[in-house]
């Protein structure tokens, strides 16, 4: 059983966000990350591998130039926190739908050359996937229960429509991020507040936005009650 101490926070703030919480749907590619299934078939995540994976992301992302990072939110429950972290991290953020040949048609004005790309939705980012692919671009991705992992180099399972759930891991990515590149020596350090990487962030200035378009809205996913610790 994962104790709180070993966590990235506090296991209660996993619950109370739903970062667990899966869809009813559970993919080959996922089983692995799976703890059980509840009574009304919905999947429930392993919370110390989400935790454990957030740690490795983090670590990754520190490793590039935040000039060469993209984030790709193309949903609109994912691109408040998506944009907070941005900010925070000084990466790129592409929000809403990805035009094909960005990432491969230099010809294009809009043409960018990441080093690294982070998906929030691979169902909704193949296009990003499919152009990380062919120019040999590592991709992280958040995963629910219910997507593929093809092609994702770097797994983070999780509740990837809840927009608390995207504002922890996204609050948890940057805190994690700054502390690996040295930028922050503790957690004290950190002092965004979590509600910024929740709330709407249309005021955020700084983000470095490659392309936008409007993405559907995504229902929160249903918080569950007294759920135990999940096993490693």
Same mark, same amino acid.
């Given at each position: 059983?994962?104790?709180?101490?070993?966590?990235?926070? &506090?296991?209660?703030?996993?619950?109370?966000?739903?970062?667990?919480?899966?869809?009813?749907?559970?993919?080959?590619?996922?089983?692995?990350?799976?703890?059980?299934?509840?009574?009304?078939?919905?999947?429930?995540?392993?919370?110390?591998?989400?935790?454990?994976?957030?740690?490795? &992301?983090?670590?990754?992302?520190?490793?590039?130039?935040?000039?060469?990072?993209?984030?790709?939110?193309?949903?609109?429950?994912?691109?408040? &926190?998506?944009?907070?972290?941005?900010?925070?991290?000084?990466?790129?953020?592409?929000?809403?739908?990805?035009?094909?040949?960005?990432?491969?048609?230099?010809?294009?004005?809009?043409?960018?050359?990441?080093?690294?790309? =982070?998906?929030?939705?691979?169902?909704?980012?193949?296009?990003?996937?499919?152009?990380?692919?062919?120019?040999?671009?590592?991709?992280?991705?958040?995963?629910?229960?219910?997507?593929?992992?093809?092609?994702?180099?770097?797994?983070?399972?999780?509740?990837?429509?809840?927009?608390?759930?995207?504002?922890?891991?996204?609050?948890?990515?940057?805190?994690?991020?700054?502390?690996?590149?040295?930028?922050?020596?503790?957690?004290?350090? =950190?002092?965004?507040?979590?509600?910024?990487?929740?709330?709407?962030?249309?005021?955020?200035?700084?983000?470095?936005?490659?392309?936008?378009?409007?993405?559907?809205?995504? &229902?929160?996913?249903?918080?569950?009650?007294?759920?135990?610790?999940?096993?490693?």
């Amino acid at each position: 059983m994962a104790g709180t101490g070993e966590l990235l926070v &506090a296991q209660e703030k996993y619950l109370e966000a739903g970062i667990h919480i899966g869809t009813k749907i559970k993919t080959p590619d996922m089983n692995q990350f799976i703890y059980k299934a509840r009574q009304d078939k919905l999947y429930v995540l392993d919370l110390k591998k989400v935790d454990e994976r957030i740690r490795v &992301a983090a670590k990754f992302i520190a490793r590039y130039e935040p000039s060469d990072i993209v984030v790709v939110a193309s949903r609109t429950y994912a691109g408040n &926190a998506a944009a907070a972290f941005a900010k925070v991290t000084s990466v790129k953020l592409m929000r809403g739908r990805v035009v094909p040949g960005v990432f491969t048609n230099p010809a294009r004005g809009d043409f960018s050359e990441p080093k690294l790309i =982070f998906v929030c939705d691979p169902k909704s980012e193949r296009q990003a996937i499919k152009e990380a692919i062919r120019s040999g671009i590592p991709v992280i991705g958040l995963c629910d229960t219910d997507n593929s992992a093809k092609f994702i180099d770097w797994v983070i399972p999780c509740n990837n429509k809840g927009k608390k759930s995207l504002g922890i891991i996204f609050y948890l990515l940057a805190r994690e991020t700054l502390k690996a590149r040295g930028q922050i020596a503790s957690d004290d350090q =950190f002092t965004v507040p979590i509600e910024e990487f929740e709330e709407h962030t249309e005021d955020l200035v700084g983000v470095e936005e490659v392309a936008e378009a409007a993405g559907a809205e995504g &229902a929160e996913a249903p918080k569950e009650e007294g759920a135990p610790a999940p096993a490693a």
